[in-house]
């Protein structure tokens, strides 16, 4: 009677495949294979995880791993091959798993490199979890001085990784500004800050042929996260590793080794802009069709409501109903929360251009009187650092009471750049400041949707939609059931 080889399950992991290539995972499947014929197993499957790291830092799920795992559980298969202990895992936490699924019998684990530990003995299982400790050790120091190395750069501001989009790499690898991609970032800071929506600004730069600096098509969260980047403005950021092995840690900033495109103030301005929620339809791919989806709320559970398309219904008996875009709630408790959407839309623009045209040079028009006394105290501060710089150079001060000067005089400054960025109106809602209510009601209906969203939110206008009660339910639009009021 012919004995039943062992079904053997090949593993192969490599930690880094810049490439993708994929060279390294198939040099260990070529010596597990060489094992298995050896041993006189039979190889029924390869499971491989490329370009993944089996540390205790890494994050990142391994799929095949994971399904190598519930296979064996399963019994389906004897044996798992790897190259070595280290390819199969580095965490001591999964080498216990594998020791449990040994001593229940349904594996037994060989490498080609690291032989086999015996995991029915006690010995065995120790030697196994002592490798898998050291493997930890050795993958948590090369993180560590990893990340070290990276912080050392970050603070010296040199730039690492692939060419970003504004500059070119001199013979070095430092920065050189692109001018021609320059422009294209102060327009799109420009754009920005004029209330246009990151999905608009992508848009127009994939029609005009302008690419990313690897060569592709823009896309909305490719350009914003471009945006966003504090290189922009000459700075060098970085953020370590947390607990959980995301970058959620303290971003720190130093002064980067390349000339800004963007001055600091007009990037901040950016970065405001673009992680306000309440702009946060100004950072999808498409237009906003709708103007109260997400900016309304439900009068019943306080959620926001959606825009419904409009559809036509053939009733059984051969008559066609016809239901118009309208507003409704998206809850099944709530489906009584329901209005047509032109008289809602009607409602609110009414309300809308009547606070404009009544309040609007207050509300947007910002406050100039504190702008020009920031720009005075700003100015005045700014005298003081030059005069202890000329006393500097004709020797009459030390460094050390520059510096302190500076010290005490900088935070004043920024504070005072605070004040004047408030008082300012934004570009985007300056045009509305004023009490012209045909030029209101002209602006209004050229504008499209995403820039009418954003004004609702800058007046804080909240547009309530209640419960259909039992007077209108089947007659005409009732004003008294729609609240508008201003938070």
Known sequence: MTKKQPRAAIYCRISGDSEQEGLGV?????????????????????????????????RKPRPSYNRLLADAKAGRIDVILAYSNSRLTRRPAEWIELIELANAGKIRIKTYASGEHDLATA???????TVAAWDAREAEETAEKVARAHKQLAESGKHIGPRPFGWDFNEDRTLRVNPAEAAVVRECVKRVLAGEGIWKITKDLNARGITTSTGR??????????????????LRSHQPMGADGKRNGPVTLSTGEWEPIVDRETHERVIAVLTDPARKTNNRGTAPKYLLTSVAYCGECGGHVVGTNEFTYTLKSGKMRHYPHAYKCPKTGCMKVQRNMADVDNHVERFVLALLARDGVRLLGGDPEAADRARERIAALKAQLDLAVDRFADGEWTDEQVSRLTARVKPQIEAEEAKLRAAQPDPSESEWATSDADRLAAKWKAADVETKKALIRRLRVRVTINRIGPGNASGGYDPDSVTITRD
């Open 26 to 58: 198939v040099r260990q499947e070529e010596d597990c294979r060489t094992l298995a014929q050896r041993e006189g197993f039979s190889v029924v499957e390869v499971y491989v995880d490329n370009d993944i790291s089996a540390s205790t830092k890494s």
């Open 123 to 129: 010995n065995g299982r120790a030697m196994a979890l």
């Open 217 to 234: 098509p823009w896309a909305t969260q490719v350009l914003r996260r471009m945006l966003l980047r504090w290189r922009n403005c000459g």
